[in-house]
């Protein structure tokens, strides 16, 4: 940091004339008891200011604080040599202290039992603001951006019950809270009395599926009935199909194979294109641009949205930060996948799938939750 212009020192002001040499003698020790005084006075001020600029890690500020002292009458009994000595001396020990916080915290969370993911998002977020995401064994950083549109409710507001049921606990009327699941054939055949009974409120049902391989489109055994089982018990309905899309015709394909699906139900949720990252190299998806996926769900939600429903995105960090342009599909509702239960992703999204392995009352296994952040209602 490059020192002020100015003058080093101050010249002192001349002795005043006249009297008796008592009284000058005694004017004189005043004189330098409140040059003493001052000094000190001055000494402390330079390290509180000091203080309060490096706890913001603000360097201009810094510069200011040591204009302002040069612009001070001292006497001349301090340099700018020594203000900035220390000054440097408060930032060494400074940065001491805040290394050795950081240390001692990140060995308390690994002792703690916490993931190395878990450690290096909340570091990450609380000391520079950016996402951490795993994936395939490397970590990969992406800064908080501003101009995106955030959650309207804060992790503070979702609270885990005992049996790990997040609840909203704020007062935004706006918000649901309510529960939900999302189910395909593999939760088998479901007692959907139960269900409702047990405070699920919607369920998102799988439609379809595109085959990883072949690319085939296949349709989920227990679509039909799922649907009709949740609409008779009272549950409100959307419904998903998991893509393996290569291009925008094929992602269109999908909406209209599911589209056709669900064209007699009384679907009221909206109807998602579920893009996941697949850890085979062999799927036919693997390697596609972020460009080449957006183009695909845009395709899909458009076509969806022609036909008169609501489409949304689901998919978890990696999909949101590494497979898709946030900036093109902003508009779009997004379900959001991340198993804890203190929220992770900043941005605006309409559920949020917190568990894979819930339990519900009329389903053998594991399902996923759901917590909804917009009004249900409508």
Not at 194 to 203: I, P
Request: charged share 25%; glycine share 8%; proline share 3%.
């Amino acid at each position: 940091m490059s020192a002020p212009s100015g003058s080093a020192a101050r010249k002192k002001k001349p002795a005043p004339r006249g009297g008796s040499g008592a009284r000058r003698a005694g004017s004189l020790a005043a004189i330098l008891f409140l040059c003493v005084v001052t000094m000190l006075a001055l000494t402390f001020c330079v390290f509180l200011l000091l203080r309060i600029e490096l706890l913001q890690n603000d360097e201009a500020k810094l510069k200011q604080s040591v204009e302002k002292l040069n612009s001070i009458e001292t006497e001349g009994y301090i340099t700018e040599s020594d203000a900035l000595a220390l000054i440097e001396e408060e930032r060494e020990k400074t940065e001491r202290e805040t290394t050795s916080r950081i240390l001692e915290w990140i060995k308390t969370q690994f002792g703690e039992g916490n993931s190395t993911a878990w450690v290096l998002r909340n570091l990450y977020q609380n000391f520079s603001n950016e996402l951490v995401v795993g994936s395939r064994g490397s970590y990969f950083f992406f800064p908080v951006m501003d101009h995106y549109k955030k959650a309207i409710v804060s992790p503070a507001e979702l609270k885990p019950d005992p049996d790990g049921i997040l609840h909203y606990a704020g007062a935004d009327p706006a918000v649901s809270g309510e529960l939900g699941i999302d189910v395909s054939r593999y939760q088998g055949k479901i007692d959907w009395e139960r269900v409702a009974a047990d405070g699920v409120k919607y369920a998102f049902i799988r439609v379809g599926l595109r085959g990883s391989t072949e690319g085939k489109l296949v349709e989920d055994q227990q679509y039909a009935d799922n649907i009709e089982g949740a609409l008779d018990a009272g549950i409100k309905v959307g419904v998903y199909f998991y893509t393996q899309a290569v291009d925008e015709e094929e992602a269109v394909e999908e909406a209209d194979f599911l589209l056709e699906r669900i064209a007699d139900y009384p679907i009221t949720l909206p109807v998602v294109f579920d893009i996941e990252p697949t850890d085979s190299g062999e799927s036919r998806a693997a390697g596609l641009s972020a460009d080449q996926n957006t183009k695909n769900v845009l395709a899909f939600c458009s076509r969806v949205e022609d036909a008169g429903y609501t489409p949304m995105v689901y998919g978890g960090l990696q999909t949101f930060l590494m497979m898709l342009d946030m900036e093109q599909i902003e508009h779009l509702k997004k379900w959001f996948a991340f198993y804890d239960t203190q929220q992770y992703f900043p941005y605006e999204y309409s559920y949020w799938q917190f568990s894979k392995s819930g339990s519900v009352d009329g389903i053998e296994g594991d399902v996923d939750l759901n917590i909804c952040i917009e009004d249900l209602a409508k």
